[in-house]
């Protein structure tokens, strides 16, 4: 059964939600295929006012030094090659570098660490790097789906059955027994025929 993952290196809540859903997958029998959603590009002032299928500044556009998010997601894409296992283990470690150890997203570092831990072909991955006009054209295909699925954040999950939602996971869960459980409980908010579409809490 596959389920698509939205995701965006620097968003917190996109690295607890993959955690989450890479736990519960092989109880459940996902199929987890990740792609990819720029923040920087969604929120960028130059695109206030714009239908998301047009934004005038585009990530893809951009110089590598430029956004934060730009070389990760390159990076992500030539994990990519590998296989949609090993582009799972380095998006967990790319991730887990970011957020819980704080590292430089993007930095070279950074990037061929997470490589070793995911325990990927780094000759291939800096081959499959270094050809970028292949993964920019790849990361803007990403985008323009994105687009027309109307993702407006990170991580937003397209299940089997078509529906689609952003969720906005504040905790870490790891442990299959806790995991699997909430994710069935924010799924069925899906399924439900109340047709539920947000739920927010009040913050004082």
Same mark, same amino acid.
């Given at each position: 059964?596959?389920?698509?993952?939205y %995701? =965006?290196?620097l968003?917190?809540? *996109?690295?607890?939600g %993959?955690?989450l859903? *890479?736990?519960v @997958?092989?109880?459940?029998?996902? &199929? /987890? +295929?990740?792609?990819?959603f !720029?923040?920087?590009?969604?929120?960028?002032?130059?695109?206030?006012?714009l239908?998301?299928? *047009?934004? #005038?500044w585009k /990530?893809?556009e951009?110089?590598?030094? $430029?956004?934060k !998010?730009?070389?990760?997601f %390159?990076a992500?894409?030539?994990?990519?090659q590998? $296989?949609?296992?090993?582009h799972l283990?380095?998006?967990?470690?790319l991730f887990?570098?970011?957020?819980?150890?704080?590292?430089?997203?993007?930095d &070279?570092q950074t990037?061929v660490e997470?490589?070793?831990? *995911?325990?990927?072909?780094? +000759?291939?991955? %800096? @081959? =499959? /790097? +270094? =050809?970028?006009?292949e993964?920019?054209s790849?990361?803007a295909?990403d985008?323009e789906?994105? @687009?027309?699925?109307?993702?407006?954040?990170?991580p937003?999950?397209?299940?089997? !059955?078509? =529906? #689609?939602?952003y969720?906005?996971?504040t +905790?870490?869960?790891?442990e299959?027994?806790?995991?699997v459980?909430?994710?069935?409980?924010?799924?069925?908010?899906?399924?439900?025929?109340?047709?539920?579409?947000t739920?927010?809490?009040?913050r004082?």
């Amino acid at each position: 059964m596959q389920t698509l993952v939205y %995701l =965006d290196y620097l968003c917190p809540f *996109a690295w607890r939600g %993959l955690e989450l859903a *890479a736990v519960v @997958a092989p109880q459940l029998g996902l &199929d /987890l +295929e990740l792609r990819h959603f !720029s923040l920087e590009q969604g929120n960028h002032p130059a695109n206030a006012g714009l239908p998301r299928q *047009a934004p #005038a500044w585009k /990530l893809v556009e951009q110089p590598l030094d $430029g956004p934060k !998010s730009l070389r990760a997601f %390159l990076a992500s894409h030539a994990a990519r090659q590998q $296989g949609k296992a090993a582009h799972l283990r380095f998006a967990l470690e790319l991730f887990r570098l970011r957020h819980q150890e704080r590292r430089m997203l993007g930095d &070279d570092q950074t990037l061929v660490e997470a490589v070793g831990r *995911a325990g990927l072909d780094l +000759e291939r991955f %800096l @081959a =499959d /790097l +270094e =050809d970028e006009e292949e993964r920019r054209s790849e990361l803007a295909r990403d985008l323009e789906e994105a @687009a027309e699925r109307a993702v407006f954040g990170t991580p937003t999950f397209v299940l089997p !059955s078509g =529906d #689609a939602a952003y969720f906005r996971f504040t +905790e870490l869960t790891t442990e299959p027994e806790l995991a699997v459980p909430l994710w069935e409980l924010f799924t069925a908010v899906l399924h439900n025929g109340a047709h539920v579409e947000t739920i927010k809490r009040p913050r004082p």
